[in-house]
């Protein structure tokens, strides 16, 4: 079994900061890339930042400039700072990853969701 644990959501005022966390666990032999998303009342749910295992990123433009996406492949964790945020940001945030994982003696390579952390940005 694999496990994605998202940590860091709350509310903050417009021009204020969060720290997302995204912990990866279990069976896992290696994970290539990981992305956050996020999804509004109403709205698709849509990519926000994405890492590949080199550390190569890209950003939705809505955040470039203002979100960081960051990995720690010793701990299997994904970050995501969030910088001068706006109310347009609030949503429920998901990380996702692709993982292989080992089960008895096979790999197998699945994509796993986090169970979603609620951000809230005030005006």
């Known amino acids: 079994q694999v496990q994605l644990v998202e940590s860091g959501g709350g509310l903050v005022q417009a021009g204020g900061s969060l720290r997302l966390s995204c912990a990866a666990s279990?069976?896992?032999?290696?994970?290539?890339?990981m992305g956050w998303y996020r999804q509004a009342p109403g709205n698709e749910r849509e990519l926000v930042a994405g890492i590949t295992s080199g550390g190569n990123t890209n950003y939705a433009d809505s955040v470039k400039g203002r979100f960081t996406i960051s990995r720690d492949n010793a701990k299997n964790t994904l970050y995501l700072q969030m910088n001068s945020l706006k109310p347009e940001d609030t949503a429920v945030y998901y990380c996702?990853?692709?993982?292989?994982?080992?089960?008895?003696?096979?790999?197998?390579?699945?994509?796993?969701w986090g169970q979603g952390t609620q951000v809230t940005v005030s005006s």
């Open positions: 996702h990853a692709d993982i292989l994982r080992m089960v008895a003696a096979w790999k197998f390579s699945s994509a796993y």
């Open positions: 279990g069976s896992i032999v290696s994970i290539n890339a």
